[in-house]
């Protein structure tokens, strides 16, 4: 129990800290992709300490216990996220509390949060936000679940007796080594998928409808100020470890200490660090890359692009997997 | 169209009530081009059935409406032209026409020009004319509701409310 | 802000005078059904400080320093307008050379300003990297106007009957580097932004204005030409030295089969009047004769003061500006160096009306990208006086001046 809170305590910090300088890198190289010098990496803890000294303001026509209550709603649930999925060489602190569609069900929660602060602070810009948010939630959660459902299935099927919706035991066989041709081009596709699902998870360009500067002026986060919204830029940054860390568990899982022959403290090192290096790079290509490359979607053509094109490359990948696990055995 | 014959067609149709008529040729400083200004100065009445008379020739541009206070009328000035899409094919046409303070009315033209909307709501705002058959009368560039015409020579500033 | 009509319920939004898509004040009221616009009402005039009036109290000498300060972006041409509506009414005949330069100047402009609505045109788009890019780019062309004009903006090189700086021969071989430096961008600029599918699908059929509202409501310049009207001052009624220039209206079918009237049109049309204005400066530079720049030395602006009192009469000038037609009208009395009118519309003004069509079912997602596509310039519409800020460092005015002085010194080798 003891160790549970100090791990607790431990992923909490290591989270945001993580995440924030995420941000701040992914700042610092879109700005050079852009030909800008950009901000110091340590920006995004400048810009929190800056909203946290400032006066955090409640519009009148606002609910105010809502409105207030869905960023820490927001940043308990990526952060709980973060709880259940491998980390470094570290197996999950919550492993056997919870499994993987718990993960999907927390994943929904900071959207859902932000939505439901929107609709309460009282403003056409937030309020045309939040909807804009659960459309957005609708269309990506789909070719989610297909890819993850997918893969346990898969894993279940390669190794019967294992619980295969453990991200633990997920991470601990990495689902490569169980493919044949069918199954290896599915779970290419998936990987594709999760890639794209990544940035819209994220709300960023091209699928930052949500926020959408030059149209909303923010969106659904328009009208909130000082801690709360320096609370939903943390569950932000968090956010991104989260859904990178989460690709990597389900299809990245190795670690290079192993592999080194190194053990203990030295092997945790490098496994720290080899997995560091792998979140860097995903971030690299499904958020930083993308959002330099891209113009806004408009809603409508966000939601066609998940529903129907994307959704049938996720269906593809699954029933390609599930042929491979049929067959190829 | 020749602007001697354009001029022509039009005292043809409209008589008395064009009561003057001049043409400017703009000749470039190059020496090898000019182009005509054609000034008329009409009655009010025969404005509406004047432009009218132009779209029979082309639909015209309208780029704006200038107006001036000369104490008793206020002076409106059309700037049309003509004969765009061709090269060196277009010809500017103005009307001029007076109409009294005491009774501002001038028939709208945006039925004829749409476009001529921004136009006369800047003077209906600025200079306190009416044209009558406007679509939208109120302000544009002023605040809603601001009575004053800043135009006028003899308007002497906003007071009350607008001031603070 | 919900009000229901019609058993319906539509939102307002207001969009304005301060939004992050809006670079100037313009207010906008959004009926919205869902994310579908029904209709919308325009409110500009938060930036009128009646520059006309002032004009109307000083000689043109000085309101030629007011006149180019209606704009930051297209003062050149308010300039040329301006002066060409007095040379128009009191007769002054210009020498060719300034002619020439005066279009290789309003050429020059007409680059910057394409490019610079481009950049803006992509953040509205969320494309941001565009944005840094043709921003960047743009320094090229300030670069050779602050080098012939010594000015960034507001360049103070046309007056009336003339210009006030030469083009040196040292000067040439640089603009025409800088000529061919965008000439090889542009294969660059219009892959980016024409074959870019983010791009098109947002701007392809968005904002549509048909050939015959752009004719009615009066559009002008690239708004209008979009939309196949084929509205060019510079060929229509030309002017300064371009009848001794070949060019054309440049309409989208230059660049696909039909015209469509909307956004991803206005864009093509912008492009391919930066290729065009590069191939006008050349042209103007091979055909610029030797000679006369106008008046310059104090004895002759004085000779013109006076002439202007001594005159009366009435003129237009017509100046085919970045954004469409400018027109500034000007009248003077005998004995009376103020003019009794002034009257400036710029290229917004006729371009305002053109927004509600373009703006019939659009959704929210189109607002800004339609707001920008017209390249809206809410300064010169409100005619105000427009001040460009230096960088908010410690620097103090006078640093400042100092740095661009030693910067133009730099350009000028």
Redesign the interface.
């Known amino acids: 129990m003891v160790q549970l809170f100090w791990g607790s305590v431990v992923i909490l910090f290591g989270g945001v800290i993580l995440g924030l300088i995420y941000q701040g890198v992914d700042r610092k190289l879109a700005a050079r992709?852009?030909?800008?010098i950009g901000p110091p990496i340590v920006q995004p803890f400048r810009d929190i300490k800056k909203l946290l000294v400032k006066e955090n303001i409640v519009p009148e026509n606002a609910i105010p216990w809502i409105y207030n209550g869905a960023p820490f709603l927001a940043l308990a649930a990526v952060v709980t996220v973060l709880f259940y999925l491998p980390l470094g060489d570290q197996r999950p602190l919550f492993s056997g509390y919870g499994d993987l569609i718990l993960v999907l069900y927390l994943l929904a929660l900071p959207a859902v949060a932000l939505a439901i602060g929107g609709f309460a602070s009282g403003s056409?810009?937030a309020?045309?936000g939040a909807?804009r948010e659960i459309v957005m939630m609708m269309s990506y959660e789909l070719p989610l679940a297909a890819a993850i459902v997918a893969l346990a299935w898969r894993l279940d099927r390669a190794l019967p007796g294992i619980t295969a919706f453990s991200l633990k035991e997920i991470a601990a066989h990495p689902i490569w080594a169980y493919l044949g041709p069918l199954g290896f081009i599915g779970a290419i596709l998936l990987v594709g998928v999760l890639l794209l699902v990544m940035p819209a998870e994220l709300s960023k360009?091209?699928f930052?409808?949500a926020e959408?500067?030059?149209?909303?002026?923010?969106g659904v986060t328009v009208e909130y100020s000082g801690r709360n919204l320096a609370l939903l830029r943390i569950a932000d940054a968090v956010k991104t470890v989260v859904m990178g860390a989460l690709i990597l568990a389900l299809f990245f899982p190795y670690r290079l200490g192993g592999v080194l022959g190194l053990a203990g403290a030295a092997g945790g090192v490098v496994d720290t660090v080899f997995f560091l290096v792998k979140l860097f790079l995903i971030i690299l290509i499904a958020v930083t890359i993308v959002r330099?490359?891209?113009?806004?979607?408009?809603?409508?053509?966000v939601a066609y692009s998940f529903w129907v094109p994307l959704t049938g490359v996720a269906l593809a990948g699954l029933v390609l997997i599930v042929l491979d696990g049929l067959f190829f055995m | 169209m020749e602007p001697k014959g354009l001029v022509e067609s039009f005292q043809a149709r409209f008589g008395q009530k064009i009561r003057a008529v001049r043409i400017?040729e703009?000749r470039?400083?190059?020496g090898?081009?000019s182009?005509p200004?054609i000034?008329f100065e009409i009655d009010r009445e025969v404005l509406h059935d004047a432009v009218a008379h132009l779209i029979s020739f082309q639909?015209p541009?309208?780029?704006?409406i200038?107006g001036?206070d000369l104490g008793k009328e206020i002076e409106l000035?059309y700037?049309f032209?003509i004969?765009?899409?061709?090269?060196?094919?277009?010809?500017?046409v103005?009307f001029r026409l007076r109409v009294p303070k005491a009774d501002p009315r001038v028939r709208s033209i945006c039925d004829l020009?749409?476009?001529?909307?921004?136009?006369e709501r800047e003077k209906i705002e600025f200079l306190g004319v009416q044209f009558e058959g406007i679509p939208d009368s109120r302000?544009?560039?002023?605040?809603?509701g601001m009575k004053e015409h800043?135009?006028r020579k003899d308007e002497t500033g906003v007071k009350g409310a607008w001031l603070e | 802000?919900a009000r229901v009509t019609d058993e319906r319920t539509y939102?307002?939004?207001?969009i304005g005078p301060t939004?992050?898509?809006l670079k100037e004040p313009l207010q906008f009221a959004f009926d919205?059904e869902?994310?579908r616009v029904v209709d919308v009402e325009i409110?500009?005039?938060w930036n009128?400080r009646?520059v006309e009036?002032l004009g109307m109290k000083r000689n043109p000498l000085q309101t030629l320093y007011l006149a180019e300060r209606i704009c930051g972006i297209c003062s050149v041409s308010h300039l040329i307008a301006f002066s060409r509506a007095v040379e128009?009414a009191l007769g002054i005949?210009?020498?060719?050379r300034a002619?020439y330069i005066r279009v290789i100047i309003a050429e020059l402009e007409r680059i910057h300003s394409h490019i610079l609505w481009a950049g803006v045109a992509?953040?509205?788009?969320?494309?941001?990297?565009l944005l840094?890019?043709t921003w960047?780019v743009r320094e090229q062309v300030m670069d050779i106007l602050e080098l012939l004009t010594g000015n960034r903006v507001n360049y103070a090189l046309v007056t009336i009957g003339g210009v006030r700086r030469d083009i040196t021969k040292e000067q040439e071989p640089l603009v025409r580097q800088a000529l061919r430096y965008y000439k090889d961008l542009l294969e660059m600029l219009v892959d980016a932004f024409l074959h870019?599918p983010?791009?098109e699908?947002?701007t392809r059929d968005v904002g549509v204005l048909s050939y015959k509202d752009a004719?009615?409501?009066?559009?002008?310049g690239p708004t209008a030409r979009a939309s196949g009207?084929?509205?060019?001052?510079r060929?229509?009624?030309?002017?300064l030295?371009y009848?001794?220039l070949e060019l054309?209206?440049i309409t989208p079918d230059l660049f696909r089969p039909e015209i469509h009237g909307d956004v991803y049109d206005k864009i093509i049309v912008r492009l391919l009047e930066i290729e065009q204005a590069i191939g006008l400066i050349e042209q103007a530079l091979a055909k610029m004769p030797e000679g006369e720049i106008g008046h310059a030395t104090k004895e002759e602006m004085t000779e013109l003061l006076v002439q202007i009192k001594e005159r009366e009469g009435?003129g237009?000038g017509?100046h085919e500006a970045p954004r469409g037609?400018l027109?500034h009208?000007i009248r003077f009395q005998a004995d009376s160096e103020i003019p009794?009118?002034w009257?400036v519309?710029c290229p917004t003004?006729?371009n305002?009306?053109s927004y509600r069509p373009m703006f019939q079912g659009a959704?929210?997602?189109?607002?800004?990208i339609i707001i920008a596509c017209i390249d809206p310039c809410i300064a010169c519409m409100?005619r105000v006086i427009v001040r460009r800020d230096g960088r908010e460092e410690v620097w103090t005015a006078e640093q400042l001046l100092a740095k661009s002085w030693e910067k133009t010194r730099r350009l000028k080798g």
């Open positions: 992709m852009q030909a800008r056409p810009y309020v045309i909807q360009i091209p930052d409808i959408a500067e030059t149209e909303l002026a923010g330099v490359a891209a113009a806004r979607l408009k809603v409508s053509q | 400017d703009i470039s400083n190059l090898i081009y182009y200004v000034w639909f541009h309208l780029a704006t200038s001036r000035t700037h032209s004969g765009y899409g061709q090269r060196r094919g277009e010809q500017s103005n020009v749409p476009g001529a909307l921004t136009a302000n544009i560039f002023l605040p809603y800043p135009w | 802000m939102y307002t939004i207001p939004h992050p898509s919205l869902g994310e409110k500009p005039g009128h009646g009036v128009n005949p210009v020498p060719p002619e992509a953040h509205e788009l969320g494309f941001d990297t840094h890019l960047r870019d983010t791009i699908l947002r004719l009615e409501l009066m559009a002008v009207v084929k509205k060019d001052i060929v229509d009624q030309p002017y030295a009848p001794a054309s209206p009435e237009i017509r037609e027109f009208y009794i009118l009257k519309k003004y006729s305002l009306m959704q929210i997602a189109d607002i800004p409100d």
